[in-house]
């Protein structure tokens, strides 16, 4: 069976190249455009890892991880930020709230990929 991924982004053609990437090294992927439509989606669907963009409307990525850490059934699950915000202080606000890692935008496909084996195991 696939594994699942749920990735978080306002930005379409971020989403579509996460989605693309993802999905030609064989991994089934779930888009939201945003912290409120991922709250919506993980409560319909199992997924083994996130995917999150930081800045975003009406849920942002650290409202998200927060929510999410405080559910009991993905409170173990993976989240990635993945962002344009490099600063220390937001990768602590990130580390803080449950984010399991970060990579700044922009970044390589083979290292999404690279990552998500990684902590998928597969």
Do not use: C
Not at 4 to 33: K, P
Request: proline share 3%; hydrophobic share 40%.
């Amino acid at each position: 069976m696939k594994k699942v991924i749920l990735t978080v982004d306002d930005s379409a053609s971020v989403r579509q190249m996460i989605r693309f990437t993802l999905e030609d090294a064989g991994y089934s992927v779930i888009e939201a455009t945003d912290g409120r439509d991922a709250i919506t989606k993980l409560e319909s669907n199992i997924v083994n890892l996130v995917f999150t963009d930081l800045n975003m409307p009406f849920v942002d990525g650290i409202q998200l991880i927060k929510h999410i850490r405080s559910s009991t059934a993905n409170k173990f699950l993976p989240i990635i930020m993945i962002t344009t915000e490099s600063q220390n202080d937001k990768k602590m606000q990130g580390k803080q709230a449950g984010a399991t890692g970060w990579i700044v935008k922009p970044f390589r496909p083979e290292q999404l990929v690279e990552v998500t084996k990684k902590i998928l195991g597969s």
